[in-house]
């Protein structure tokens, strides 16, 4: 239930109702707007006949129900959220773009990476150190160390990071370093690595999984907010489907379909997309064309030589040529990129 409050309410008033909400069992979470703040109650949706009392409070103007089974996540609750973390904006009008490797492997590689995308125009960097693997014999990322060398490359570019968690242990240690914690496909419906991740109070960028519906998805990111967390990057990856031809296959519908429902921002990742580098920049300039508020893209120094996902990584001089087209393709969508 959305609790709308009248104009020039006070900080005192929002605490008090606050507090009523508590009393009957649902969680208040507060919103203030400028015109206005709203307090969204949520709780189990049988016992929200007991929040119509609130009505008579003479600081409330009306209850309006949130129909959707996200509440925090749905555009009924907020109108647009423009998440930031150092000069990338995601949302609102705001493009960036984070690229790096798919997993850090060196020094040398990750700083490399680093200032080549930075000069091309990402504004952050991103690169695996704990990787969710499908074989167990597959290189596993450099975990702590990993992170050692991304905070390595934040010092030298500026770039703020972002990378994967895969378990608790992963959060604790991840969340020491990094300013954005990812969670990847296969864990989109891991619940309770969503409530761990929701309670550090980093930005989460947080990726569909491959067999997710739209509602399934936005249900997750309700999880992670339910936590307390506000700041969720969505990101269309691919799903699948009976084609083959690609590694997945991109829903680009999803844009328009979450930006209807969600007030979150949704980027793509035109690189688990498609598993091949050919098909990387088609796939993010219709991204930008669909309304995107970002991309995140694979890029490696020497992709033949990658540990992980080479064939779907840009090296750097297709990564700048990428960004330079991308930059007219942003001017026709409107973007502030
Ligand atoms: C990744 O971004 O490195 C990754 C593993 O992506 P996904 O979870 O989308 O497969
Ligand atoms: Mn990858």
């Known amino acids: 239930m959305i609790i709308v409050l009248k104009p020039g309410c006070k900080k005192k008033d929002v605490a008090s109702i606050s507090k009523k909400?508590?009393?009957?069992?649902?969680?208040?979470?507060?919103i203030v707007g400028v015109e206005?703040?709203?307090?969204?109650?949520?709780?189990?949706?049988?016992?929200?006949?007991?929040?119509?009392?609130?009505?008579?409070?003479?600081?409330?103007?009306k209850l309006v129900p949130i129909l959707q089974p996200y509440k925090l996540a749905s555009k009924e609750m907020k109108e647009q959220s423009?998440?930031?973390?150092?000069?990338?904006?995601?949302?609102?009008?705001?493009?960036?773009?984070?690229?790096?490797?798919?997993?850090?492997?060196?020094?040398?590689?990750?700083?490399?990476?680093?200032?080549?995308?930075?000069?091309?125009?990402?504004?952050?960097?991103?690169?695996?150190?704990?990787?969710?693997?499908?074989?167990p014999y597959s290189f596993q990322g450099l975990e702590l160390e990993g992170l050692k060398l991304l905070a390595k490359a934040r010092e030298e570019t500026g770039l703020p990071f972002v990378t994967e968690v895969i378990n608790h242990e992963s959060v604790e240690m991840v969340s020491e370093y990094a300013d954005v914690l990812q969670i990847g496909a296969r864990n989109v419906q891991n619940f309770a690595l969503l409530k761990i991740a929701g309670r550090v109070g980093k930005p989460i960028l947080l990726k569909r999984g491959m067999a997710t519906t739209i509602q399934e998805f936005l249900m997750s990111a309700e999880y992670i907010m339910s936590e307390g967390c506000r700041d969720i990057i969505l990101c269309e990856r691919g799903i699948r489907t009976f084609e083959s031809a690609t590694r997945n296959t991109l829903d680009i519908s999803a844009i328009p379909v979450i930006q209807?429902?969600?007030?979150?921002?949704?980027?793509?990742?035109p690189s688990h997309a498609t598993g091949a580098k050919d098909y990387v920049a088609p796939l993010g300039y219709?991204?930008?064309?669909?309304?995107?508020?970002?991309?995140?893209?694979e890029v490696h120094p020497n992709p033949k030589e990658a540990l992980c996902d080479g064939p779907q990584s840009l090296d750097l001089d297709e990564f700048a040529a990428f960004m330079k087209r991308l930059k007219e393709f942003s001017r026709a969508s409107r973007k502030k990129f």
Request: net charge positive; glycine share 12%; proline share 5%.
């Open 21 to 30: 909400i508590e009393a009957m069992g649902f969680m208040p979470h507060p």
């Open 36 to 61: 206005r703040t709203i307090i969204g109650a949520i709780g189990d949706d049988r016992g929200k006949h007991k929040l119509q009392v609130l009505e008579s409070l003479p600081c409330v103007e």
């Open 82 to 135: 423009v998440i930031k973390v150092g000069k990338a904006s995601f949302g609102g009008g705001h493009f960036s773009v984070i690229a790096g490797p798919c997993s850090v492997e060196s020094e040398k590689q990750i700083v490399k990476a680093a200032e080549a995308v930075k000069a091309a125009g990402a504004k952050m960097l991103r690169g695996g150190a704990f990787k969710p693997r499908t074989s």
């Open 260 to 269: 209807m429902r969600s007030h979150l921002p949704i980027i793509i990742d």
């Open 286 to 297: 219709a991204a930008i064309a669909a309304g995107a508020d970002g991309l995140i893209v």
